[in-house]
């Protein structure tokens, strides 16, 4: 078992060692050296390169992608768990037809709304604008039915009738009890969803054409492209695929606690 999980974890992790390897040399020795081991390395002069590349173009995608993900993340987090208890706790006409119809949104795939989406925001003016990347991000299907799921078992009825009895109203319920109770599941839905907008491809590619609005995925590829112009640019590609994957580990090591301490919260003493 033990040689079985560090096959697994060495087929995981040699990509990720091989993209630090390759960050540290020159576009020369990427192919005239040992993938696998460090020749005469300068990070720090190759990440100088690539930020300040093209006036700074670099940061540029940073802060998009911080916005997209970030913004968009947070506000699909909100939306889920109101959403998702909604679902849960409140009893109402067409209650499992609006759950089925959430369903039917986590089964399509991304790539086959983007036309509809663009299609539709080209219409509202809206294409290549910061909104068209960040709309689309703020909607996660997978969140409200996780979030539902959650809720049914983490916010006890008789706290929500306790709440009502002491006189707060559903707002406050909601921001200072339930989102509280159900932290471990919207630390999940916020994870999946930052991940999911900072990797996201497609749609960044369909509603943007002005480069200064990319994130990083995409604006990467456009120096994979040109790289058979401009050589150097292969290597500063490699570099910022490596400088893009520090914001998504941070994300999950700070987060990863509240996993922990919150998978206790909401239980009731019986």
């Not at 033990?2 to 060495?10: E, K, N, Q, R």
């Not at 699909?76 to 998702?84: K, R, Y």
């Not at 009738?161 to 909601?174: K, Q, T």
């Amino acid at each position: 078992m033990i040689l079985a999980l560090a096959a697994a974890a060495g087929y995981f992790l040699l990509p990720v060692y091989w993209l630090v390897v390759a960050a540290t040399k020159t576009t020369g020795k990427l192919y005239g050296s040992n993938g696998l081991w460090f020749d005469s390395p300068q990070l720090l002069e190759n990440v100088g390169k690539i930020l300040t590349h093209d006036d700074h173009i670099y940061l540029q995608w940073v802060l998009n992608s911080l916005l997209y993900a970030g913004v968009g993340a947070l506000l699909a987090t909100v939306l889920a768990a109101a959403a998702g208890f909604a679902l849960a706790k409140y009893r109402f006409r067409g209650r499992e037809a609006v759950f089925r119809s959430v369903l039917a949104g986590v089964l399509l795939p991304h790539t086959a709304l983007a036309l509809p989406l663009y299609l539709l925001f080209n219409q509202l003016g809206l294409t290549n604008t910061y909104w068209a990347v960040l709309i689309p991000g703020v909607v996660s299907p997978f969140g409200v039915y996780l979030c539902r799921i959650y809720a049914e078992s983490a916010v006890d009825d008789t706290l929500l009738e306790a709440a009502r009895v002491d006189g707060a109203r559903e707002g406050r319920i909601f921001f200072q009890l339930v989102l509280r109770l159900m932290s471990p599941a919207l630390v999940t839905v916020f994870l999946f969803q930052f991940v999911g907008i900072w990797n996201n491809y497609f749609l960044p590619l369909v509603m943007l054409s002005d480069d200064r609005k990319y994130p990083i995925t995409l604006g990467l590829t456009t120096w994979q492209t040109a790289a058979e112009r401009l050589p150097e640019l292969l290597q500063y590609t490699i570099g910022g695929a490596f400088l893009s994957v520090i914001p998504l580990a941070a994300a999950m090591l700070v987060l990863q606690r509240y996993w922990r301490t919150g998978l206790t919260e909401g239980s009731v003493k019986g």
